[in-house]
């Protein structure tokens, strides 16, 4: 069985007639008749039936098709793929990243070693700016209409850190939180609005000394002992090695993060680039913070 065999199948299956088939195929009639025969005979079953002057898909037939149909648009789309990977496309790749921004220096360089010449547009806004495009790949904690093709990278805990004695034991209550001077994110951040909604459940409300919308700015301040922070296990763990950390009793907080990829065509850039994405994420996982 070979590859002219199973086309030239489906061109007698479409076409309904051994003739036009053999005109799509640019071999003789006899010749077609000869591939189908030939084909019947190593599978062991009959293919199709006589009807008039027309020949048509049996039972076998129609089972047989659906699965040629597909494997070959497949082998097609894998050999586009091919032709479009050494195409030396410079379309821009759109990532928004709105949560794990400590990752990216480790994303882009991932990236780059296997799209080098693929030029990467970053976005770190929760919304984007006025006439910016729609970005390909969205790495978040918010959910996207079904439009948009969604994957979970992680489940991470989030933890609470310190760099100076206000965390002594490896877990901490909501009460003790309470009483502590809380470096965090600003209002309406992914990761503060996690925290707030985790706290509602327990009517809860902290002391916020300093809040800022980035969490560079975060980082720095938790490790230079200003108060004490939200650290999510995987994706802050650089800086959370360098604190005290604890648990949040009773129950810790979690997120989930997500890659949302834009509806559109499926082209080997935007495959490898997720790939490269999903490939960090459980790179991360396996470092994650534990108490």
Known sequence: MNLSN?????????????????????ISQPAMSKLIQQLESELGVPLFDRVGRGIQLNANGRLFYSYVSK????????????????????????????VASSLIPDLLHRIQRQL???????????????????????ISTRQFPDTHTAIPLL?????????GNQITAPYMSLEQLQKLPIVGMGRHTPLRETIDQYLAQYNIQLKYQYESDDPATIREL??????????PAVTWQKVGR???????IPTPPFRTIYLTEAPGKETPVRRMVANAIVELFVAECQRTLKI
Do not use: M
Request: aromatic letters at 6%.
């Open 6 to 26: 199973l086309q030239g199948f489906l061109y007698v299956a479409d076409t309904g007639n051994l003739t036009q088939a053999a005109k799509l195929a640019f």
């Open 71 to 98: 494997s070959l648009t497949q082998l097609q789309e894998g050999i586009d793929a091919l032709k479009d990977a050494h195409a030396g496309t410079k379309e821009p790749v759109r990532l928004s990243v709105e």
């Open 116 to 138: 080098p010449d693929v030029p990467v547009h970053l976005n770190q806004r929760i919304l984007p700016a006025p006439g910016q495009q729609q970005a390909d790949f969205v």
């Open 155 to 163: 489940s991470e805990e989030i933890l609470i850190g310190g760099a």
């Open 222 to 231: 938790l490790t230079n002992n200003v108060g004490v922070g939200f650290i």
């Open 242 to 248: 360098k604190l005290h950390l604890a648990r949040i």
